[in-house]
């Protein structure tokens, strides 16, 4: 009967592993995805220009929803990942953005 509830415990710790993101996925898709325009620090990069920098006091009372609808939909010339990413991965990223350093 141990055995039993030991399987089932972890089980269905696995299966909630699986199904939340984890932060350091957010972190790796926003590296893997968003960098190269909004750098790895969230200071937009030069080739980028028009694109907002995630650090900045203005930027960071959005949401991580609002941040998520941009990032499914697109804005200005940043395309839309609605098609090639799920739901969850685009609210990962969304809770990366969040966790970004405000500048000094």
């Known amino acids: 009967m141990k055995r ?3 399987i089932a415990l972890m089980l269905g710790a696995l299966i909630a592993a699986s199904a ?3 932060a350091e996925d957010g972190k790796a898709l926003y590296d893997a995805k968003c960098a190269s ?3 790895k ?3 937009a990069k030069p ?3 028009g694109s907002r920098s995630f650090n900045d006091a203005a ?3 959005e949401s991580a929803d609002a941040i998520a609808k941009v990032t499914s939909e697109g804005k200005g010339k940043m395309p839309g ?3 090639k990413l799920t739901a969850e991965q685009i609210g990962a990223i969304a809770a990366h953005v969040k966790t ?3 500048s000094k």
């Open 4 to 6: 039993s509830k030991l």
């Open 20 to 22: 939340a993101p984890a």
């Open 37 to 39: 325009c909004h750098g």
């Open 41 to 43: 620090d969230g200071v």
């Open 100 to 102: 970004l350093a405000p």
């Open 81 to 83: 990942y609605k098609d």
């Open 47 to 49: 080739m980028a220009k």
């Open 59 to 61: 930027f960071r009372s």
